[in-house]
């Protein structure tokens, strides 16, 4: 058996995808990321690096239904999405 200590995770794919979600649905909503921050109540740096795929910054679960709620849609749409190359 295997104990959460000899686990290794690695949800970098899904936090790149996750991050391209929130991009996606803000622009189709035409929020800028000021605005959209705003809305939140967290500084546009932050969610500047919420959104950049590269910065793999974790989010907490409040942050991410309150950005479904802002963009109008379900949370699982944000955790579905999966970027087409």
């Known amino acids: 058996m295997v104990t ?3 686990r290794s995770f690695d949800n970098t794919k899904r936090m790149e995808d996750l991050s391209y ?3 996606y649905y803000r622009k189709k909503k035409g929020y800028s990321q000021e605005v959209m921050a705003e809305m939140l109540g967290i ?5 500047a690096s ?7 910054r974790g989010l907490s679960l409040e942050l991410l239904f309150n950005i479904a709620t802002v963009l109008e849609i379900e949370p699982y749409l944000l955790l579905k999405f999966r970027l087409e190359v």
Do not use: D, F, K, Y
């Not at 919420?50 to 793999?56: L, Q, T, Y």
């Open 4 to 6: 959460a200590m000899e």
């Open 21 to 23: 979600a929130i991009g």
């Open 43 to 47: 500084s546009r740096q932050h969610l």
């Open 50 to 56: 919420v959104e950049a795929p590269g910065m793999n």
